[in-house]
C-alpha cells in the first residue's frame, strides 16, 4: 500500500486497497445497484441484528443474489441521510469489501477518514459522486473485516463544504459479525 499513504501497521500489509481506477463496470453497476435498492422488508436476519440490515441484488447473469449489509446514519430531526456504510463480499474474488456514502456537498479535497474505536485513522479518498451521493470504496482482506467484526464502533470522519470542523460519525458495530455470516458466500 505505500504510495497510498495508508498505515499498514492499521490493517496488515495488503489489507485494505483504496481503489480509484481498476473498478470494473460489471462492479460497479452491482455496488450502485446494491447502494440504491429501495430498503427491503425486515428479515429474519434484520431482527436479529436491528442496527444492520441486508441488502440484496441480481448479478448480470441474473442467477445470483449478491447481498451486503448496511447502516444508515440519520440526523435527527429531519431524518437527513449523512451516511450510508455497506459491507459485502463484492469484491474482486468475492472479497469483503466497504462503501461508505457521504451526501452531496462533501469536501472532496479532504476525503474520508474512519477509525474502528479510536484507533488511528485511515484516509482514503472519494471515488465517484453521483446524484445520491459521494461513494469510497474500500477492498478488505480478511483480518481487515475481522477487525470489524470485533469492533465497538467505526467512526466516519468527513468536512462539508463551507465548514471548518469535520462532521464524526458513530456506525456502530454491533451485531454486524452475525449479519455478515448471513450473506457470507
Not at 11 to 16: E, K, T
Not at 23 to 39: E, K, N, R, Y
Request: hydrophobic share 45%.
Amino acid at each position: 500500500m505505500a504510495g497510498w499513504g495508508l498505515p499498514d501497521a492499521l490493517w496488515g500489509a495488503n489489507a485494505v486497497e483504496a481503489r480509484l481506477s481498476s473498478q470494473t463496470p460489471l462492479m460497479g453497476a452491482l455496488v450502485c445497484a446494491l447502494m440504491f435498492l429501495p430498503l427491503a422488508a425486515p428479515s429474519a436476519t434484520a431482527a436479529e441484528n436491528p442496527l444492520w440490515g441486508r441488502q440484496c441484488a441480481k448479478e448480470a447473469d441474473g442467477k445470483k443474489d449478491t447481498c451486503a449489509v448496511q447502516q444508515f446514519v440519520i440526523a435527527q430531526p429531519g431524518d437527513r441521510q449523512l451516511l450510508l456504510a455497506q459491507i459485502g463480499y463484492n469484491g474482486p474474488q468475492a472479497k469483503p469489501r466497504l462503501l461508505l456514502v457521504a451526501p452531496l456537498g462533501v469536501l472532496l479535497t479532504k476525503a474520508v477518514s474512519f477509525s474502528i474505536d479510536e484507533r488511528k485513522p485511515l484516509t482514503v479518498p472519494f471515488e465517484t459522486c453521483n446524484s445520491n451521493g459521494c461513494l469510497s470504496i474500500i477492498d478488505m482482506d480478511e483480518s481487515a473485516l475481522d477487525q470489524f467484526r470485533k469492533g465497538n464502533v467505526l467512526i466516519v470522519r468527513y468536512y462539508r463544504m463551507g465548514e471548518e470542523k469535520p462532521l464524526d460519525l458513530p456506525v456502530k458495530l454491533e451485531g454486524l459479525s452475525a449479519a455478515l455470516k448471513a450473506i457470507a458466500p
